[in-house]
């Protein structure tokens, strides 16, 4: 009896585990919480697809102190692209460049008035080391003075679509900071851009200048080495490989900190192929205008919840069939229809331990009929890609969806006067019956 009891006992129990193993499984199959971010505003986003991953704030208008730098950068590697600046070109220093350059408390290296410099070393100086006069000089050198060099950094925030911003200078140090070289805005007045912004910028930046992340992610190096005017600068993205915080895979971006803006950092890394942008501003922590980790340990809370639970899969190949509708009429062909195909491979961010997404696939045809002759690969519509049960946070750029072109899957040729006439005897009967009927069911009507 005693035997039975204890058996029965063993049974009771495994069976409580294995129910409660089936309660507490789905929990656990959940996504993982986002983090709890320590900035005044903060975004990431899946490089690549521009996919948001986390976002606090994000198009609250902020400043942005040095990570200004980041316009300028674009700007310079734009000039070098269209062939207006070679990175050996000289650069006369100013006597404004060369007096914001003797500040000390200010990130610089001092620069000689009315010496010259070449493009590269003061773009270095600036990328790597925040160099405030290095940037003033490039921004005269590119654009006749700071003032008319702002006017195109507000173009081309415009221009890509940046959003809400407001730039008054070219370092991202307030005004008052300026020596009295301010040239447009108020004396207190400093750059600023949301998060949103900045990543987008970073975006843009990766996409179109890739070679910035060499200089970006350069951790120490020699300013004038073997002269008098030596100095040793060090990257202050402290995240990089090799420095205070370092981390794996970090290789960009820049930081930012004024009294005004805070501790601020646009990062980026990459990992198992997947690269993500990250932005901090006003990282809580520290007292005004301290280098304290604070901008580092936000970020890596969002880099550790991007890489520990997202992955970019291709869910559908480019040239894959439409179901829905899978094909389009055509008038005059040779066929009534053409079926439909999709021109692009499509990507999106998805959980980490999905191998099989469900997808959301909506197809907006431009027209319900093409006429024929019709060529293989003609544009007809789009379709818009979106995981089922997905987020809401949608994209950078503003889009829910991903969306890719729908072409025609093939030729369809048009019809011979003898089939077209065939055709239309066929549809003048064919509205006679339509007639007939519709009059038939009104009499009874």
């Excluded at 940037?135 to 003075?145: C, D, M, N, P, R």
């Excluded at 995981?387 to 829910?400: A, E, F, H, N, T």
Aim: net charge neutral; hydrophobic share 40%; proline share 2%.
């Amino acid at each position: 009896m005693k035997n039975i009891i204890k058996k029965t006992g063993i049974v009771i129990m495994a069976a409580s585990l294995a129910v409660s193993g089936f309660l507490v499984s789905p929990k656990a199959a959940q996504a993982a919480e986002a983090p709890n971010v320590n900035a005044n505003a903060a975004i990431a986003i899946e490089e690549s697809t521009g996919k948001i991953l986390y976002s606090k704030d994000a198009d609250k208008l902020m400043g942005i102190a040095s990570m200004t730098k980041m316009m300028d950068e674009y700007l310079l590697l734009e000039a070098i692209d269209k062939g207006q600046l070679k990175w050996d070109d000289k650069v006369t220093i100013s006597e404004y460049a060369y007096k914001v350059s003797q500040d000390t408390s200010l990130s610089n290296v001092p620069l000689r008035l009315g010496e010259e410099y070449s493009v590269q070393e003061l773009y270095e100086a600036m990328a790597i080391y925040s160099a405030n006069g290095a940037a003033i000089a490039i921004s005269e050198k590119i654009a006749g003075s700071e003032k008319e060099f702002v006017d195109l950094m507000n173009k081309k925030a415009e221009e890509l679509k940046l959003g809400d911003h407001q730039f008054v200078n070219s370092t991202g140090l307030n005004n008052e900071d300026l020596k009295g070289g301010q040239q447009v805005g108020g004396p207190t007045d400093e750059n600023k851009m949301t998060a949103r912004g900045m990543a987008k910028l970073a975006k843009h930046l990766i996409d179109d200048y890739p070679d910035v992340l060499k200089t970006a992610s350069t951790t120490k190096k020699e300013f004038r080495k073997g002269t008098s005017d030596q100095i040793d600068m060090s990257n202050w993205n402290w995240l990089l490989p090799g420095l205070i915080y370092g981390r794996k895979g970090v290789d960009g971006l820049k930081t930012g900190t004024t009294d005004y803006a805070g501790m601020c950092l646009t990062a980026t890394a990459v990992q198992d192929g997947m690269r993500v942008v990250t932005v901090v501003l006003h990282a809580n922590g520290g007292g005004k205008g301290e280098h304290t980790s604070a901008r580092f340990d936000e970020t890596n809370k969002m880099l550790d919840y991007a890489f520990n639970n997202f992955k970019v899969k291709e869910v559908q190949k480019a040239g894959s069939k439409v179901k829905k509708p899978a094909s389009i009429a055509v008038d005059k062909g040779k066929e009534d229809t053409v079926g439909l195909v999709t021109k692009d491979a499509v990507k999106l961010v998805v959980p980490k331990n999905d191998n099989a997404p469900k997808l959301n696939t909506n197809v907006k045809l431009e027209e319900k009929t093409i006429e024929a002759p019709v060529k293989k690969g003609t544009e007809v519509g789009k379709m818009e890609v979106s995981l089922k049960d997905g987020d809401k946070l949608g994209y950078i750029d503003g889009k829910q969806t991903e969306t890719i072109d729908v072409l025609t899957a093939s030729d369809v040729e048009k019809a011979n006067w003898f089939m077209l006439s065939t055709q239309a005897v066929g549809s003048f009967f064919k509205g006679i019956g339509n007639y007939v009927s519709d009059g038939v069911k009104g009499w009874f009507n």
